[in-house]
């Protein structure tokens, strides 16, 4: 088989970049000859601008001039001194005005310099050619034509910078008012160097490398730069004749080329970018055309050597070195490619472990959630138990402050109902009480009907309990006693509040008892269980202080209480002092009276009111009693005791006891006097004496 050798095929890859080479210089070339042109009208839009501006200056110069020339204050300060100062003003203004002009004079007719401004004097009235304008302008004057003059001068003094190249402008001076008589005043010259001007241009240009002259002849074109004319005239009008400056804009070759360079590089690098793109796209592309080469070669032979036969795919070229490349790159992309499955994997895995993190936090966040509202839940609960305790101590306070301290049973129960129902507790309770001393159930209630309660306060805790009731019992000593609560919503807070109240009230009533219980035995006698002295003086008081006082007193001594302590001991005076007491309370039966042990021995029956109507009767008892003999401690023994006895019918109210009292001696006296004997009539008078 015959193959298309390299060379045959590099021949035809140089015939496809050949044209395309050319053409691409040609294009080259065609783009860099455009940009030169463009540079160049851009050089010479530049120049025309220039000149543009400088004529518009000295255009505005002139006409400054000429507006200067006919001013008052210049005419006069031809003449006159006093207008000195005024006129070097003006020149100052003018010259900050026109910054072209270096220097302004204003000359006398003779040319002798009377006012200026910048600049020397001597050279302008020395320079011959200024000399020869006045002169010209002051003919021309007399033929009313001209009334100014422009002229280029070299001069070092004058111009002392740059090349001592400038213009001056001269104008004359005349007054309307002594024009006839005089003609020409003088003459206003203005000194304008090239360099003024020159920099004005380049102030106007806007060209950063470009290079501006002035100059009277056109300049010949330096093979060094690139340059555009443009023609600057001077004078025309005002200033007759007028002259003709060129101006010269211009740029070197080298900073051209750069900029041709830089203007067309964007293109040359898009045609760059086409060639290699086509390039890739005949690589690419390569294969098939070599094979579509080959297969025409095949026929063109076969058709040479008259055997057209059948077409049979042959090979014309071995591409060992490129397969073979084909296959390492093919491994290495396989290689890639399971590095980045790889990379691929742990990425997911990386994935799927942030997921399980994300997850696992939104779970730690639900939960710690839920733990906030927990706790909040429970504080909320907290505050509440707190708030309804707060209430509870309160009213338990309040409940301390409002208890007078012997209050009634049904007062104290309606008071603590009060307070209970203040503590806002919202539950149906009933307090039932059963105190020892008082005969019939006390109780109150609240949210239960009294129905439903009385046949409860029979009932066991349990009982009660199965029922939806719980019980609260009170503490002793009162015994007899419930809170009863309604089971239902039943909360601790409020199950505590009522024990307190429970509590606070069982307090109350052992407190109450206590203070009974002292009062009675304050009052009362131990040893025969009578009232004692201090109940008998509490009910002569009150008896003084009431309207109705009317009572009769009857004062009973026993006899030989001593004797009987002295031989038999105190045991048997005890029983001889519990004996009397027994039989006087049995004589005062069925009587209006009351019975005292006032002293050791000494005991008082006292009649009130209807009472004392009834002291015949009560004599006639003790006369009975008085002598009786009794079983003390086991042996007979013989009782008697002295009375003696006095009332307010005859007797003031205070002098009862002491009246009495000595009645009572008198019998006893008698007694002692007749061991075993009572006399009769010391009873029967009692009223005075017994
Ligand atoms: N056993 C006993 N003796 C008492 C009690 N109170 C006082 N006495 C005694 O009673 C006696 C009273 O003495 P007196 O006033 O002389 O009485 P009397 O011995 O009965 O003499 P007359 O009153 O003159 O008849 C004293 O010795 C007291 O100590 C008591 O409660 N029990």
Redesign the pocket.
Known sequence: MIRLSRFFIGLIFCMLLLPLSVLGFIHYQGLKEFATQTLVTELNSEAFVIRENLENELGALTGGLRLLTGHETIIKGIASLYYGSQVRERFENFVNRYSVVSSLYLVSRDGRVREHFGGKIRPVERNQAIRQLMTRLDKAYESGVLSGRVAVIEDKELVPTGDHMGLVFISSISSVVVRGADGVQGFLIAIIPFDNLLAQANRASHMERSTVELGETLPPNQSGFISQYQRLQIGEKDYAPSINLFIRVSRSPESMRDAVNEAIRPFISYQVIFLLVLMMVFIFSFRPILRAFNALYGIIRRMEAGQLVEATTSRIWEFAHTERLLIDMQSRIRQQLSTLEENNQQLAGMAREKDRYLEELSLLNQSLEGKVQERTNKLALTLQRLEISNRIFNQLIHLRQALPNDASSELLLTTVVKHLVACELEIPFAIILQPANEPRQVYTHTGFTRDTIVPLQAATSDYLFDAGLYTIPLPPPFGGGWILLQSDNLREEMLRGMMLFARELGGYLENRALTNRLAFWARTDG?TGLGNRIAFDQTMADLETSLDKEAGLFLI??????????TR??????A??RTVAERLRQCLQGINGSLYRI???EFVILLEGEGVEQKGELVARLQQTQFQPATLAGREHGVSF?VGYADSHKTPFSLLYKMADKAMYQQ?QA??EHKHGVQDAGLEDSSESV
Do not use: R
């Open positions: 040893l001594d026993v006899n030989g209480l001593k004797e009987l302590n002295d001991g105190h045991e048997a005076g005890d001889l002092l002293g050791g021995d002295s006893k007694y002692y």
